[in-house]
């Protein structure tokens, strides 16, 4: 059974940075392409990034400069680093393939705020 499990979410003052993890378990993810979704209160869960199973990436307009998708196939785990965060950036951030083909984890809240 596929398990994802988010964290690294937090408070963070506007400009901060946050790096958040994604261990997946289950399986191996090499090979798979691995994204990067959130959901900020009363709105949908929205694509943030992509990590090809080459390492290539690709980012929504609305993080593209500041967030950096990678991934780790050793250690079965996928990271973003978030810089230069905004109060728009506030919401529950979660990891899956690409379309959500896996039961979502439980995410991790990332909070921006003065």
């Known amino acids: 059974q596929v398990q994802l499990v988010e964290s690294g979410g937090g408070l963070v003052q506007p400009g901060g940075s946050l790096r958040l993890s994604c261990a997946v378990s289950g399986f191996s993810f090499i090979g798979f392409a691995m994204a990067w979704y959130r959901q900020a209160p009363g709105r949908q869960r929205e694509w943030v990034a992509r990590?090809?199973?080459?390492?290539?990436?690709l980012y929504s307009d609305s993080v593209k400069g500041r967030f950096s998708i990678s991934r780790d196939n050793a250690k079965n785990a996928v990271y973003l680093q978030m810089n230069s965060l905004k109060p728009e950036d506030t919401a529950v951030y979660y990891c899956n393939g690409p379309g959500g083909r896996w039961s979502w984890g439980q995410g991790t809240q990332v909070t921006v705020s003065s």
């Open positions: 990590v090809g199973s080459d390492g290539s990436t």
